[in-house]
Each structure stands twice: as structure tokens, then as C-alpha cells.
């Protein structure tokens, strides 16, 4: 049962993290970096839009968990690894990858990838405190 509150509380956490992130603290970089207009987002920002990142930050913590299940990982530090190893070796790049093919620029790497890899930390803490 705690695994499962785990998985939801980090997934509830990374994506409020989308909220601030991209409505808050970075809003008007992204958009720029993006080519947006905060016309260009408005419709696709209510409840309905909300549910695509909410259910990929959902698969993402049951994956996370699977994989540290299978690692036999529980310990903050390890968790930790294993959220920034996954980063790197498969959120960043496929950031990059997006990103670069469509000509948008470094800036929207870093804005993306970092927002990635601190969701995946979020879902590294949760699992590791609620576990417990």
C-alpha cells in the first residue's frame, strides 16, 4: 500500500513542479524559447491539457519504482542515483533529441531537463520517505 501512495504523492509532486515551473518561475522564458504566444497555450492549459503531463508523471513514478524495486534500491542516496542516472540516460536525452530536430535551441534544453530531473527527484524522495 505505501508503495502505491508513493508513486501518487510523486506524481502529484512533479506535477505541481510543472506548474510552478512552467507557469511561475519560468513561464515567460519557455514560452520564448518555445516560440509561443500565451495565446498559443491558453486553450490547451486547462483541465484537459492537464491530464497528458499528469498520467506521464504517473507512468514515470510506477517505472521509477519498478526499476528500484528490481535494484533492490530503498535508500535515499540510491534512489537518488538511480533518479539521476535515468535522467541522464534517458529524459535528457530525449530532450535533446526533440528539441534539437526542431531547431529550438539550448535554452529549452536546460529549461526542460532540468524541469525533468527535478520531478524525477521528487518521485526519488517520495518513495524513499513514504516507504519507509
Not at 505541481?16 to 524559447?33: D, E, I, K, N, R
Not at 519504482?65 to 540516460?89: D, F, P, R
Request: charged share 5%; aromatic share 14%; glycine share 10%.
Amino acid at each position: 500500500m505505501k508503495t502505491y501512495i508513493s508513486i501518487a504523492v510523486g506524481t502529484f509532486l512533479a506535477f505541481m513542479l510543472g506548474w510552478l515551473w512552467y507557469g511561475v518561475l519560468f513561464q515567460s522564458q519557455w514560452m520564448s524559447a518555445a516560440g509561443l504566444s500565451p495565446t498559443d497555450v491558453g486553450s490547451d492549459m486547462e483541465i484537459g491539457g492537464m491530464l497528458v503531463p499528469l498520467l506521464a508523471w504517473l507512468v514515470t513514478a510506477g517505472c521509477f519504482h519498478c526499476i528500484a524495486h528490481m535494484a533492490n534500491v530503498s535508500a535515499l542516496a540510491g534512489n537518488v542515483k538511480l533518479a539521476v542516472l535515468c535522467w541522464l540516460g534517458f529524459a535528457l536525452p530525449a530532450v535533446i533529441f526533440s528539441t534539437y530536430f526542431q531547431m529550438l535551441g539550448g535554452a529549452l534544453y536546460w529549461i526542460d531537463g532540468i524541469y525533468l530531473l527535478l520531478g524525477a527527484l521528487l518521485i526519488a524522495l517520495s518513495r524513499t520517505f513514504i516507504r519507509r
